[in-house]
């Protein structure tokens, strides 16, 4: 069905990133032994995205191999309590104001639950307790949701990337899409608001998904996010020419939907928003994270922590500082935050996919977090 009125062409804003500062030391701590997390371009991450694992129960032909990938040794992952710990430092030293618990599949951590309760139960430099994410495949989350919730989870991102069971079955490698869509209907349920899902749009494969997944999401109060597929999986799949982008998305959409940019202001948030209306009149915000073709580099607040301690300023980027041998030395908070805060003052302005000279990250999404 095709929208009566005209849709106007709308681009997708395009984030700075800020003068560059003197090159200096590293910035003092302050009197009460805090230390931003900033960088030379005026950036302070606050975000932290936690990898409680590399292991995950799919098989996303975009992420990793068929028989999977040679997973992490436990005794090279961090503890719940060295996890906890980092956490403990990021929120309460370091500026940290948002969590979110990524994998792998982080539902395969058995003790979510209680990673999230304790970090729920930190301050940060506001007062407040962090606000808490999960980023899951959605399966195994509907037995979880009320413990979640009751940890202290405050929303939820279930990734699927079509509501074809075919496609799905091809894409993932196992028939599973009635569990993640009940996991949906499960999160709704226990109040896990707002709930988006996650959908990656790559050519041949599922692009013909845009349209129903977007009717999908809408008719379910739910917030799709389409994100253009970046270089990071399996490295003969991913082509910068053959991409879809964020314009085709939009192209699609708007053969269906009414759309017009979201009124909020964008701010570091990922998605850039639309808010639409369906045929029949349903309203709800639809999300494009443009990483590739529109990178938001300039208002990125993001640092990373892998399951094996590394802590890294870049989801695209090779450098990173391990923590995980200084807690295991007995190093001292201090020590920590000024390892932590070394690497994220190493931040380069961009992510450089487009540059000549850009190489793939070493490690695979699955070990980086996302």
């Known amino acids: 069905m095709t929208s009566s009125s005209p849709q106007p062409v709308?681009?997708?804003?395009?984030?700075?990133?800020g003068r560059a500062k003197p090159p200096a030391d590293l910035p003092a701590p302050a009197a009460d032994g805090t230390r931003a997390l900033v960088d030379r371009y005026g950036r302070q991450a606050r975000d932290l995205r936690v990898s409680l694992t590399d292991r995950c129960n799919l098989r996303c032909t975009y992420c990793m191999p068929a028989e999977g990938l040679e997973w992490m040794p436990t005794e090279q992952t961090l503890s719940d309590e060295e996890t906890i710990r980092l956490i403990r430092i990021g929120v309460g030293k370091l500026?940290?104001?948002?969590?979110?618990?990524?994998?792998?599949?982080?539902?395969?951590?058995?003790?979510?639950?209680?990673i999230i309760a304790a970090t729920k139960q930190l301050r940060t430099d506001q007062g407040r307790s962090p606000s808490t994410a999960?980023?899951?495949?959605?399966?195994?989350?509907?037995?979880?949701t009320g413990a979640l919730a009751a940890a202290g989870l405050d929303r939820i991102n279930i990734s699927l990337d079509t509501i074809d069971r075919e496609r799905y079955a091809a894409l993932t490698r196992r028939?599973?899409?009635?569990?993640v869509l009940q996991a949906i209907a499960a999160a709704d349920a226990a109040g896990l608001h707002p709930i988006k899902i996650n959908a990656v749009v790559m050519p041949g494969v599922n692009e013909e998904d845009i349209v129903p997944l977007a009717d999908y999401a809408v008719h379910?109060?739910?917030?799709?996010?389409f994100i253009e597929q970046m270089p990071l999986g399996p490295r003969e799949q991913w082509r910068r020419e053959d991409m879809v982008t964020a314009e085709d998305i939009l192209t699609r959409l708007r053969t269906h939907f009414s759309m017009e940019p979201a009124r909020e202001p964008r701010g570091s948030a990922p998605a850039a928003l639309w808010?639409?209306?369906a045929p029949d009149g349903t309203r709800g915000t639809l999300g494009i994270i443009a990483s590739v073709t529109h990178p938001f580099c300039g208002d990125c607040d993001r640092t990373?922590?892998?399951?094996?301690?590394?802590?890294?300023?870049?989801?695209?980027g090779n450098s990173e500082t391990p923590l995980r041998d200084l807690l295991r030395s007995g190093a001292s908070d201090e020590d920590i935050m000024e390892a932590w805060a070394g690497e994220m003052w190493t931040?380069?302005?961009?992510?450089?996919?487009?540059?000549e000279g850009f190489l793939q990250p070493d490690r695979p999404m699955s070990a980086i977090g996302g």
């Open 220 to 225: 379910h109060g739910a917030q799709l996010r």
């Open 134 to 144: 999960l980023t899951t495949n959605g399966l195994g989350l509907e037995k979880r």
């Open 275 to 277: 808010e639409v209306s």
């Open 304 to 316: 990373r922590l892998t399951t094996d301690g590394a802590i890294r300023n870049c989801l695209f």
């Open 347 to 355: 931040k380069k302005p961009g992510h450089g996919i487009d540059d």
């Open 95 to 114: 500026g940290i104001r948002q969590v979110r618990f990524t994998g792998g599949e982080p539902l395969l951590r058995k003790s979510l639950e209680k």
């Open 10 to 17: 709308v681009s997708l804003p395009l984030p700075t990133v």
């Open 175 to 179: 028939d599973r899409l009635d569990h």
